[in-house]
Every structure is written in structure tokens, then in C-alpha cells.
């Protein structure tokens, strides 16, 4: 059981060291201010890096993968190393509130396409009460358009705490670049193509 308490002890450090600098308290209502506050963010063998993806113009880093953020881990230990990332789309939402139909439509979408890139994808709920996060898959598989916080959401500390405990993360997402999204689709997306053709069998 040794592996299982290395990512537990680390992420408890990890969180505790990014709590009292300030990083995980100073999320803000924007996608951009995760990647300005983690991003680049190292201790002990420890790293945290983001990108942003495009979102403005034709055919945009988010209009094909429908995520405004990629996040990757990177534990480089004597005990492990890994290095994994997650997809997220930020969406504004209050309490007690519902997105407009054509909103949760296209909310909906984008879930969709995170998840066809990889299952560890999540929608960031942007509130004046905080952040809060819940797995794409949960929304994209709603009847109707739903208030997010209804979902079960996890606050911002306990994201970040399981995602660095490494119970969140994709281990085939191993840069924060596009391009290692790129590659994932041919990784989760298999062509099959032929002819069917019905046996009868004479007694």
C-alpha cells in the first residue's frame, strides 16, 4: 500500500504549500486567472502548469476541443512520477439559477466534446460564492438543462487536493499543449468499418 500513501502525503503538502501562498484562494471569475495563478507552480518535485486554450475566431483550440483550460500535474519523486492533466470549460452560474436552453445546449456540447478527448474532463462553476467543479460526463448526460450546483459539486480545495492525490488526472495527457490533446484522438476514437451479413443456417 505504499504507492496509494505517496500521492495522499504529497497532495496534502502540496495543497497546504499552495494554500498558504495563496494560489488556490485567488481563483477568480474568469478561465484565465487559473493558468496566471497555478501556472508554473513548483515545489519539491512538484509542478503545476496550464494553458489557456483559444476561444476567439474560426476554428479555435476550444471550438475543437471544447475546453478553455488544460491542466497537467507533474510528480517527479523518488517514490513516483507521473505526469497527468485534465480538460475544463468554465461556465458562470449562480445558485438556485438555470442556463437559458441555447446556453445548456452549447454547455452541453462542449461536455461532449471534452469527454470524446478524454473522461477526465469537468465544468468549472464560476459563482460569487466560489468555484466549483463537476464532471463533464454528469452534465452532458442531464434530460434538461439543470442548476450546476445541484450536481454534487466539489469546491476548488477539494479539486486540486484529489487531482494532486492523483484521483483526478489522465496519465496519456502528458504536456499542456494542444497537440498531446491532438494525439488522444486517435488513442480514445476507433474506426471500424465492413459489411454485415445475416447467416442462415439449414437444419
Known amino acids: 500500500m505504499k504507492f496509494r500513501s505517496i500521492p495522499s502525503t504529497t497532495g496534502r503538502a502540496f495543497v497546504k504549500n499552495a494554500l498558504a501562498l495563496g494560489f488556490l484562494q485567488r481563483l477568480d471569475l474568469c478561465a484565465g486567472v487559473l493558468s496566471v495563478e497555478l501556472d508554473g507552480f513548483a515545489t519539491s518535485g512538484i509542478s503545476w502548469s ?3 486554450l483559444l476561444s476567439h475566431g474560426e476554428n479555435t483550440e476550444e471550438t475543437e476541443f471544447g475546453a478553455d483550460i488544460l491542466g497537467l500535474l507533474s510528480l517527479d519523486l523518488p517514490e513516483l512520477k507521473i505526469r497527468k ?3 475544463a470549460h468554465a461556465n458562470r452560474q449562480e445558485p438556485g ?3 437559458p436552453r441555447r446556453e445548456w445546449d ?3 456540447n462542449q461536455c461532449n466534446k471534452m469527454t470524446s478527448f ?4 469537468f465544468v468549472f462553476i464560476y459563482a460569487f460564492n466560489g468555484v466549483f467543479m463537476v464532471p463533464a460526463v454528469t452534465v452532458a448526460h442531464c434530460v434538461g438543462p439543470e442548476d450546476l450546483h445541484t450536481l454534487n459539486p466539489e469546491s476548488t480545495v477539494r479539486f ?3 487531482h494532486l492525490q492523483c484521483f483526478i488526472g489522465d496519465s496519456r495527457i502528458d504536456s499542456a499543449t494542444p497537440e498531446a490533446l491532438a494525439g488522444l484522438r486517435y488513442l480514445t476514437g476507433l ?3 465492413g459489411k454485415a451479413e445475416r447467416t442462415v443456417m439449414n437444419e
Open 160 to 162: 486540486y487536493r484529489r
Open 106 to 108: 452549447r454547455l452541453v
Open 97 to 99: 439559477s438555470k442556463l
Open 118 to 121: 478524454t473522461p477526465e474532463s
Open 85 to 87: 492533466g485534465f480538460l
Open 50 to 52: 496550464a494553458k489557456v
Open 191 to 193: 474506426e471500424v468499418s
